[in-house]
């Protein structure tokens, strides 16, 4: 049994054990850590609270003074985000307001704010680069780093140790520091403000991630399980595929997370090496700073709107994520 | 099943000799034990065995065919590993089913196949588990059941019992056993438990330091030992082994301690060390034989009661030797005992070149 095991079970059996067998003393003290803990809790969530209800506000409630914590719910701030809208003059606002009810209710709300709809806004497209990027690359990432990480993990690599640490050393410069050469580089290429060109990079960046990462979960998993597979008549990537795989999953659902996360937020290198065909929504999203009047309702509504794809992967590893690595079998 | 020969196999890892070169043939249904210390390099055989390890040196032959490049999964041999080494997200079933399904056996015939196992190391009430889930035994029964299930050509156990506890253990060591009577099956056993060793092996080969030292039947290697260091590895107590110095038939080994040689001894020795020189006296506890005006005279130290008898530890010159006596017999600290040792089982050996004397020339 690993120690992994036991100290989740010692775990439950504190938080699971009905109150009324806990002594008084260790009541108090579990209910002042459970305070604590939502205080906390909700001092973090405050400026994401603020986001979720400016993302919902009207134009006016949206830059109250002071602030309305209680107000009439609006998509107005969705709809800006996402639809391009020209300005209606006078006459063809009465027309519209006329046939308001052939509207879809999307276009009821731009009539409201004065606008009509007339197609879909560049953010649309700086979701679906963010995607195709984000994605592109923590797929990469989290492959090539699946297969150095065994690699390294179970063969005698020469200079193993020197190359894990150039690899680290890929993610030690910060971004501005080397934006300027990789812009450069990438004119030349042709891989400025390409899908192709941002998938490289942030694969770049995440190897090295990657790599410890899965190295660390690969360690775990010992080698006779594979040896156990090769005697067994298993070929090494059959092996690695039957036996190292459904064992690394927790890890691999670890690094996808992080890959994911610095991949969809990275906003320095959005900047400066896309411009349009292949901008994300980071670098764009403070672009509508600018533009005639501050939409905050449309930026916070951009921004929780991307928040919430990497909630969701996140949720839905949350099993790989939260459960121990528990290797039954072996007793270490 | 079938033979495996090994012939000059070695191992080095860098400058260290993990596996000096060694000869062993390893007959068909054989059950072969590779006993030593830990690091004398019994693991490392094995896993040149298995191909796990590549050997830098040798050898090896599976049924007189040359295996040595050959990748593990092509020589059809089967590996008992010290922790088992169940897959952890398979169930018992999925594991022991394992090794068929590399083969591309039908479903049914898997099925069947499983079950028959199942049945004969009697787990089938535990194949819906996870590893996780079995008890220490259990695993390695379930672990002795995915060797099994393919008929593999041989079997290499790499100390399979030797992480359970001392109750499942004894079961363990029985069941092996009968496995390997029923199955009739060729097999390579690793343990650095003498007793284990004497025990379970058809044949032992003791190790140390990365050397065979001797390769016997378990009577061989305990009553003809091949140097000091088998002499006093294997048993326990090992061999008693006394110092003295042998001059015309006579072994001195203290003021009133002599051994008179049988003539073939003194033969022996004299051709050995060539008219006289210090030599090492050897016999087991059982050999010694207390008797009013034995030859030889020791102190007594301490005496151990050991339930079916007494054991009498003696100082004789700096030594201590351990006799066997029965058990109602006891004596008094520093008393003087005297006692003789069985002829026909009494050893010598050469100090300097730590090997055996052997009586007869061929
Ligand atoms: N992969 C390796 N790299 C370097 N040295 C090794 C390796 N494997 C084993 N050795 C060394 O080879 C020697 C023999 O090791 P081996 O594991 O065969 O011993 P063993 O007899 O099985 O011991 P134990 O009873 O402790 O299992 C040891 O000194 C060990 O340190
Ligand atoms: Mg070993």
Redesign the interface.
């Known amino acids: 049994m690993t120690a992994l095991e036991g100290t989740s079970r010692q775990r439950s059996i504190t938080y699971a054990a009905p109150v009324h067998k806990v002594s008084r003393r260790a009541r108090v003290i579990l209910a002042i850590r459970a305070f604590l803990t939502v205080i906390v809790a909700l001092i973090m969530l405050i400026p994401v609270f603020w986001m979720a209800t400016t993302a919902f506000k009207s134009r006016a409630d949206a830059v109250a003074v002071p602030p309305k914590v209680f107000f009439k719910p609006t998509l107005e701030g969705f709809v800006n985000l996402l639809a391009e809208r020209s300005v209606l003059a006078q006459a063809r606002r009465q027309e519209m307001q006329a046939r308001r009810d052939e509207l879809s209710w999307i276009q009821r709300i731009a009539l409201d704010a004065g606008t009509e709809i007339i197609g879909v806004s560049q953010y649309v497209g700086r979701l679906r680069n963010s995607v195709i990027i984000a994605g592109g690359s923590t797929v990469l990432a989290v492959l090539l780093g699946l297969l150095s990480a065994y690699a390294f993990s179970r063969f005698n690599v020469p200079g193993s140790g020197d190359l894990l640490f150039f690899i680290l050393s890929q993610r030690m410069l910060p971004a501005v520091v080397v934006t300027i050469p990789i812009f450069l580089m990438y004119r030349r290429l042709g891989l400025h403000d390409t899908h192709i060109g941002m998938i490289l990079l942030y694969t770049v960046f995440n190897l090295s991630l990657s790599v410890w990462l899965l190295k660390g979960f690969i360690d775990e998993i010992p080698r006779q399980y594979e040896e156990a597979a090769l005697v067994d008549g298993y070929t090494r990537l059959q092996a690695f595929r039957k036996v190292v795989l459904p064992n690394a999953l927790t890890g691999i659902a670890a690094t996808t997370v992080f890959c994911l996360i610095f991949a969809w937020n990275e906003y320095a290198f959005a900047l400066m090496l896309t411009s349009d065909r292949a901008r994300t929504p980071p670098p764009s999203i403070p672009a509508k700073l600018g533009r005639g009047g501050i939409e905050w309702a449309a930026i916070a509504a951009g921004s929780l709107g991307f928040l919430i794809p990497v909630v969701i992967v996140t949720f839905a590893l949350r099993r790989y994520l939260l459960r121990g690595v528990t290797f039954g079998a072996i007793r270490q | 099943m079938a033979t495996i020969e090994l012939r000059q196999v070695e191992k080095k890892f860098g400058d260290l000799h993990a596996v000096k070169p060694m000869d062993l043939t390893v007959h068909d249904g054989e059950f072969v034990v590779l006993l030593g210390p830990s690091g004398c390099g019994k693991t490392t055989t094995l896993r040149m065995i ?3 390890e590549s050997v830098t040196g040798g050898q090896i032959l599976i049924d007189g065919r040359d295996v040595t490049w050959a ?3 092509e ?1 059809n ?3 008992v ?1 010290q ?7 398979m169930t018992a079933w999925q594991n022991i089913a ?2 068929l399904q ?2 591309g056996e039908s479903r049914a015939a898997v099925k069947q196949r499983v079950a028959e196992v199942a049945s004969l190391l009697r787990i089938n009430h535990l194949l819906h588990l ?5 008890s ?1 035994g259990d ?1 390695q029964r379930v672990a002795l059941a ?1 060797a099994l299930v ?1 008929h593999p050509a041989a079997f290499l156990m790499d100390e399979p019992i030797g ?1 359970l506890d001392a109750d499942a253990r004894e079961t363990m060591r029985a069941e092996i056993k009968r496995l390997h009577l029923l199955e009739h099956a060729t097999t390579v056993y690793v343990t650095h438990d003498q007793v284990e060793a004497m025990a379970m092996g058809d044949r032992i080969v003791v190790m140390s330091e990365a050397l065979v030292q001797q390769i016997g039947t378990p009577a061989e290697v305990y009553h003809k030992p091949a140097n000091l260091f088998v002499a006093r590895f294997i048993g326990s107590p090992g061999m008693n082994l006394v110092t003295g110095h042998y001059a015309n038939g006579v072994v001195h080994l203290s003021e009133n301690s002599r051994y008179l040689l049988s003539p073939e001894w003194n033969q022996a020795l004299q051709r050995e060390l060539g008219g006289e020189g210090k030599v090492i006296l050897g016999f087991r506890s059982e050999a010694g034989v207390i008797v009013e005006d034995g030859p030889l005279a020791a102190e007594v130290f301490t005496s151990d009661l050991h339930g079916a008898y007494n054991m009498l530890n003696l100082s004789l010159n700096d030594d201590l030797v351990h006799i066997r006596v029965p058990r109602g017999i006891r004596y008094p600290m520093g008393a003087t005992v005297r006692f003789n040792i069985d002829a026909e089982m009494v050893r010598f050996f050469n100090p300097r070149t730590e090997a055996a004397i052997t009586r007869r020339v061929r």
């Open positions: 298995s191909g796990l990748h593990p999964s020589r041999i089967a590996f590993f922790f088992f080494a169940l897959y952890p997200h394992f090794p590399s083969q996870r590893p996780g889930a079995l220490g695993k995915r393919r992480a």
